[in-house]
């Protein structure tokens, strides 16, 4: 006979850890207790060594699927003689390591019992268990308690009660257990704010909903983590009034469909792509239009991908049970703003765009948007990192103290760091918008309040003006750590893969402040997650108009041309939308270094081409006219323009102004678009590996980090990681962390962690 006390780590709370205990500890005839605290699940049983050894292997192979173990540790401990084996109230403790869950899709067991007629719970759109349902948005505190989640309003029913008190059952403890006796319901109000209601008592606010969908309607509808606005995907003039209403430009609306054979009815999908929509998190997959799609074009112009996720809540099954090939389900805001999430403020604010409000009283704590992913490389690639995926930690291979990390200033996220774990927050947003610097306020308290952090110092961009760093230099009280941006991207892949070695990082993206106060993007470096040194970078170009020129691409092609020849060629003809007085302004100002910083960003470099294609001139969301020379890129070219590479003192210099040149010819010669697109992404991948050689050369290292922006480029990645791999190289990238500024918390994090500081 023996007693041990096992204390388990991770996420073992909410998930129907203590009650799967329970059953083991029956099983191999055990006695003993389990108890939640604010580390995790701790255990004491006592009985025979042999049946001890068998129930602590089973832990580990047979826990609840939503349940991460992080550590299991035993230990002996004296006999009781204990009789039953109890589930134990929660305890509060000093050492709180607790971690909550992020929001799950809804089983397959909960799916069942939702269209099962027989069901007490048949149709029930607020259905959940221990093993799915919503998790960080209801969370209000730890430990994870019904008390402390936005269920504590709602008074459990006797059957309910039962099911959350019997240890057999799969509610046992699930903290949102609801029927529509007790639980949650729906509402249909009308886009004033009004309750629809019918003189029928078996009106049904999702009947009517639905129909009002099919009858082309635009509605509200509140999910998980904030609204949703919904139309019918199907339908031409309802997609494009949400368009018109929402003020939204171009910028890909997401679908939402039934099942995986529907999708493949207008989006091809490979086993990676399948696994990836398929998988607990439920996010949005990038997924290749078919040509015969019968879906309506303005989803996503000029674009060849759909956005697409299957449904994750019980109300999307219900929704989507047999009405639609797919639901439009964007983010319910306007442009820049944060997704709406309260009910007053949804009113409020989509009273303009929403024909009717589709809504629940369950209150959403957190506002979490979807998250976004593609395949690249044979590899998911998460493009934004939020619903489904927070908060759970990326697992650090060094340990550090504990750092806030405010993060860059568009797609901004914040990281919290607490041993060996890094808890990256949900996507928060452009933090110019006062909304969502609001949002990222609250997020730091919430997250350092459920995570139990006290951080020891914060983390910043080197950007003085960016709102995350008058925050962390103004308002945070910590000390500080600033982080050069182009470092954090290069920390936050080596982070990912717990690469501890020095590598080269080839950093691409828009833009951040250098250490010469110069705007860089086109970056290689050398270093760790400590520090890191600038080997090369993009010859600097004049950005005229400063950030204007993020947004007019032919600002770009301007500045290349006036670099290369002085003046524009006759032959081009791509500033004839603009208008003369302005052009004329600006190139003198160009001319003489006035409102024109200088930038190595390769991202205006993508910019500059797309304008010289004339793919466009103006953006309507940041990163378009890249996204665009990407889709028109013919992916067979291997063939490169010239370019230019020199030693400046220490630094090797990419000058892209002989490959500008060429395009120019060719667009004279008649060369089309898909070709020059084509050409221009192969001689980017050429000219990495040259410079990666030459560095290897000088340095002996042969890892190489693809990060930042420019890297959510699919073609440039994989015809870069071919040639890199062909060459010798080891090459990590992203997947579970975004290559976006929606990474450089992360990378913030780990660097300042591990600094010295006085
Ligand atoms: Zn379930
Ligand atoms: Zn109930
Ligand atoms: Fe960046």
Known sequence: MQRQKIIIEGIVQGVGFRPFIYQLAKR??????????????????????????????????????????????????????????????????????????????????????????????????????????????????????????TMAEFQLCDACQAEYDDPTSRRFHAQPNACSDCGPGLRLLAAKGQPVTREDPRFDPLSEAISRLKKGQILAIKGLGGYHLAVDAGNQDAVLELRRRKQRDEKPFALMTGNLETVRRFA?????????????ERPIVLLQKRADHKLAESISPANRYFGVMLPYTPLHFLLLQDDFEALVMTSANLSDEPIAFEDDEACQRLGEIADAFLIHNRRIHTRTDDSIARVMADRPLLLRRSRGFVPRAVALSVESRSVLAVGAELKNTICLTRGDRAFLSQHIGDLKNLEVYDSFKQTINHLQSILEVRPERIAHDLHPDYYSTRYAIEESGLPTVAVQHHHAHLASCLAEHGVENPAIGVIFDGIGYGTDGKIWGGEFLVGDMKSYERVGHFRYLPMPGGDLATKEPWRMALSCLLSIYGEIPDNVKIFDSIAETELRLVTQATRKGINAPLSSSCGRLFDAVASLLDLRQKVSFEGQAAMQLEMVADPTQTQSYTYLLSQDADQIIFDPRPLVAEIVVD?????????????????????????????????????????????????????????????????FTHSLVPPNDGGISLGQAVVAGLRHIQ
Do not use: W
């Open 667 to 731: 667009l004279e010669a008649g060369v089309s678009t898909a070709l020059i697109a084509g050409r221009f992404h192969a001689s980017l991948a050429d000219m990495i590996r040259d410079v990666c050689c030459q560095i290897r050369q000088q340095t002996a290292l042969s890892q190489v980090v693809l990060s930042g922006g420019v890297f959510q480029n699919a073609l440039l990645t994989e015809m870069t990681l071919e040639r890199l791999e062909r060459s010798g190289f080891k090459v």
């Open 268 to 280: 091809r999908v490979s086993k990676d792509e399948a696994r990836l929509l398929l998988g607990v």
């Open 28 to 149: 191999f005839g055990l006695t003993g207790s389990v108890c939640n605290d604010t580390r995790g699940v701790m255990i004491e049983v006592e009985g025979q060594v042999g049946a001890l050894h068998k129930f602590g292997t089973a832990i580990r192979s047979e826990k609840p699927p939503l349940a991460v173990i992080q550590s299991l540790n035993t230990q002996e401990i004296p006999i009781h003689g204990t009789t039953g084996f109890e589930i134990l109230q929660s305890r509060v403790d000093e050492t709180r390591r607790v971690q909550i869950a992020p929001d799950t899709f809804v089983c397959d067991d909960c799916l069942q019992e939702l269209f099962d007629p027989a069901d007490r719970r048949y149709h029930y759109p607020f259905i959940n268990c221990t093993n799915c349902g919503p998790r960080y948005t209801i969370v209000t505190g730890t430990p994870y308690d019904r008390s402390l989640t």
